[in-house]
């Protein structure tokens, strides 16, 4: 399977936390992106970030990219309750999304 | 913009029927995406349009599913006969690509949640 991997699976945290989650991809990519996905819901872009960037920020999130390991990594800081949602990384070459299968994030007020 | 619209957002049917699944992407966007979204297999592309031409439809599970696009503000993805393991929920997603700007994000409409009984 090309499908990417998030991991962990499941994560919950305290409010104000800082919640990491990472990606691991097997093919050779143009960019990548992650998307978040409220339950019931369809998903919704967050950030992307190219094959040639090493970092990139976006409020209170931070993502990191290393080509040679084939991973990214998504750190949202000062986690909030309304973050609770599914995250989903997707890498692509050409028009082709790949997604991950994604980390359930849980937020605890 | 009202963004990518989906319809019907529930359907339930019986085994054996044929379903529709409509889309409809957002003006302007040339691509255009129908996934299958299960815990088992995640989310799973079907078919890619772009400019209304399909694309790649490697990911079409058999011959019971079919995608049309006659225009740039309409899709349908049909199965029939529908099977119970066709349960699932449909996401439609569109997005801006060409080979020269290809660092789009895709938008994706709300799904539809397809149960066959």
């Known amino acids: 399977s090309q499908q990417g991997e998030e991991d962990p699976q499941a994560l919950s945290i305290q409010e104000g936390e800082n919640a990491t989650m990472n990606c691991s991809y097997k093919t050779s990519i143009n960019n990548l992106q992650w998307y978040r996905q409220n339950s019931g819901r369809g998903l919704v872009h967050l950030i992307l970030?190219?094959?040639?960037?090493r970092e990139k920020h976006s409020g209170r999130l931070r993502v990191t990219l290393d080509t040679s390991k084939k991973s990214s990594s998504l750190l949202i800081t000062a986690s909030r309750a309304a973050d609770t949602a599914s995250y989903f990384c997707a890498t692509s070459l050409t028009y082709k999304y790949i997604f991950g299968t994604g980390t359930r994030l849980k937020v605890l007020a | 913009d009202a963004g990518v619209i989906q319809s019907p957002r529930h359907e339930v049917t019986e085994m054996g029927q044929e379903v529709t699944l409509r889309c409809k992407p957002i003006?302007?966007?040339?691509?255009l995406f129908w996934y299958r979204q299960t815990m088992m297999r995640g989310l799973e592309l079907l078919i890619y349009?772009?400019?209304?031409?399909?694309?790649?439809d490697s990911g079409m599970p058999e011959d019971r599913f079919s995608a049309k696009m006659p225009n740039a503000s309409f899709s349908t993805l049909k199965i029939q006969p529908s099977e119970p393991r066709d349960s699932a929920v449909y996401f439609c997603?569109?997005?801006?690509?060409?080979?020269?700007?290809?660092?789009?994000?895709?938008?994706f409409g709300p799904g539809t949640r397809l149960t066959v009984l």
């Open positions: 997603a569109s997005s801006s690509w060409t080979v020269l700007s290809s660092y789009n994000e895709q938008f």
């Open positions: 970030i190219r094959s040639n960037e």
């Open positions: 349009f772009n400019n209304n031409v399909p694309i790649d």
């Open positions: 003006s302007g966007h040339n691509s």
